[in-house]
């Protein structure tokens, strides 16, 4: 079985996984709903999603802990693999810093304000990128926008720190974001050789690292946590945006997609997505290293 045809098969295995999570979610929404008193029923308020905040990582693991940790599940042979699988995600979670969510945007010189279909698009996020560490990125500023309507319709641009601040159109109140960086591992993996079996073994080996770095794995968690990131990988077991990126974009593949951005629901930031989805937003490789931000694709899920 060649590494393609392995990685679709443990992703079509997760996604019939998250598929039965979310018939399991849905049924157990509608329980709630039948167990709201009759106040709640006369004012037809519908289930509202329950965030709660997400902790900061306390420290970044490394590639070398990676390795050990394959050791310790008594699989020394993934190490290699598993390292060089590994990427570094900014985990971004309340508290005082330049990055946020909502507020006002610092436009590029003779930039307009993102619109769609003549409405302003709202900015949802705004990354002070030197304050985030060495990055992939040139620039002071990443901003992205959305429809609130339509989040998949969405635009990113890169700006300077000395650009105005101008707010078009619904603006989302300003919550400060504070940084940590967290080493992250995919839910497939992209080149181990594996047997169904091992896929349990491949989610321990994710879940300690993620315990290493003081932060739960989050399709662990018992609640759905705010969690924001760029770069580093999605907290969504089973997908296939990258696949949906290609085949949006002529010349590219699966694997040349990488995740940018990652934003979930946010209710200090009065930022509501579907129960239990989230806003990600994906890149080409080398546009990220080019600095080219113009064929991003934005998915819900």
Known sequence: MSAHDRRGFFGELLRSVARVGAEVDEALGSLRGTQSDD??????????????????????????????????????????????????????????????????????????????????????????????GPLPLEGRVLLLFCALDEPEVARVLLAGADAPLVSEGPALPEVPLQASRELVLPAVPPSLELDPTDLDTWTRLRAHLALLQGVP??????????????L?????????????????????????????????????????????????????????????LDRCRTFVA
């Open 232 to 292: 580093g990988e999605p907290d969504l077991v089973a997908h296939a945006m990258d696949e949906q990126a290609a085949g949006d974009e002529d010349g590219t593949e699966a694997a040349d997609w990488q995740l940018l951005l990652q934003v979930s629901s946010d209710p200090a930031a009065e930022l509501r997505l579907p129960a239990f989805e989230r806003l990600y937003t994906w890149i080409p490789r080398q546009d990220l290293a080019a600095g080219r």
């Open 217 to 230: 794995l989050e399709e662990q968690a018992a609640d759905y946590h705010g969690i924001h990131r760029l």
């Open 39 to 132: 106040s709640d029923a006369a004012d037809g308020d519908d289930f509202e999603l329950e965030v709660v905040d997400a902790a900061p990582a306390e420290h970044a693991a490394t590639v070398d802990d990676v390795r050990r940790l394959c050791v310790e599940l008594g699989h020394a042979d993934w190490a290699d693999e598993a390292a060089a699988a590994a990427s570094l995600s900014v985990r971004l979670t309340h508290g005082g810093g330049g990055s946020r969510l909502g507020g006002a945007a610092s436009l590029p010189p003779g930039e307009q304000w993102p619109v769609h279909h003549g409405e302003p698009l709202t900015l949802v996020l705004s990354l002070d990128l030197p304050e985030l």
